[in-house]
């Protein structure tokens, strides 16, 4: 079983300024990723970054990057220069082998002037 | 654009009915995936299919049920439609059954009345 943790229900971030999003897991799985999609109030999912369970390094996408601490089992996102278009709502997600994704509960992340 | 079509965006029938809802994956996407976001549930797996094979079931009611076509198109079945089943279903597509990223379509919304 598989199980994610987003403990922060809502976020505000001044534009321009760094936000981390807190993602904590637990999985039985050796191998296995962890990803973060951003849900925007139009309701598609975006996908943001991917981390394996094996990788050396943390993830990077543009303003993304993802906290990658194995032994504390977190996978925190990072969005540095926030922008008013990243307000939305953003899921933290695990996969083991089978690649179906347990997602968290969400954060609503608010960018302000 | 993900890539990923979903049809129809949006469908509202009432208690009972049964309908049809259709995913087209991304050019080269052998896996199709298929979730359910409703307010109470969150974002849950339903049901997941590789090259027409059914490789992973989730929290799928029997009322429900999916198939993918021999051109990877796929289509999820839901019956004896009840109030609960309201919700935003999305399908994702990735290339392979593994570990990796999926990329969702924009959804459907069903409504119930």
């Known amino acids: 079983a598989q199980k994610i943790t987003q403990t922060q229900p809502g976020m505000f971030v001044q534009e321009k300024e760094a936000v981390t999003l807190d993602c904590t897991y637990d999985?039985?799985?050796?191998?296995?990723?962890l990803f973060w999609y951003k849900q925007p109030s139009s309701g598609e999912m975006i996908f943001l970054i991917y981390q394996g369970s094996y990788d050396q390094q943390n993830a990077t996408e543009g303003r993304y990057s993802l906290n990658f601490q194995k032994a504390r089992k977190s996978a925190n996102l990072v969005i540095s220069a926030s922008q008013l278009g990243d307000s939305a709502m953003y899921f933290c997600a695990i996969a083991g082998g089978g690649n179906k994704l347990t997602f968290g509960t969400g954060t609503q992340l608010k960018v302000e002037l | 654009d993900s890539g990923v079509t979903q049809t129809p965006k949006h469908l509202i029938t009432a208690t009972g009915q049964r309908v049809t809802l259709r995913c087209s994956p991304r050019s080269g996407d052998l896996s199709v995936y298929w979730y359910q976001q409703s307010l109470d549930q969150g974002l849950q797996f339903l049901i997941q299919?590789?090259?027409?094979?059914?490789?992973a079931k989730g929290n799928i009611l029997e009322r429900f049920s999916a198939q993918q076509f021999p051109d990877l198109h796929s289509e999820l079945n839901l019956s004896s439609l009840e109030l609960g089943d309201s919700a935003l279903y999305f399908c994702?597509?990735?290339?392979?059954?593994?570990?990796?990223?999926?990329?969702f379509g924009d959804g459907t919304r069903l409504s119930i009345l």
């Open positions: 299919y590789y090259n027409g094979e059914e490789r």
């Open positions: 999985t039985s799985d050796p191998s296995y990723g």
């Open positions: 994702a597509s990735s290339p392979r059954a593994g570990v990796q990223p999926q990329h």
